[in-house]
């Protein structure tokens, strides 16, 4: 797959001004507070 999935709001200001960050793979960049994050999806929890 090769589309991102795009995060709605930075997780530490919550400023929604995000742009892929050029340096890592799957890396955002904040433009509200300068922090460059990456979320990872882990799985699926099976409740039983």
């Not at 999935?5 to 793979?25: G, I, M």
Request: glycine letters at 6%; one cysteine or more.
């Amino acid at each position: 797959m090769t589309e991102r999935a795009t995060p709605f709001y930075c997780p530490y200001c919550a400023d929604e001004d995000l742009r892929p960050a050029a340096d890592q793979h799957g890396a955002w960049e904040c433009r509200g507070c300068t922090r460059v994050f990456s979320v990872k999806f882990i799985g699926m929890v099976v409740h039983s």
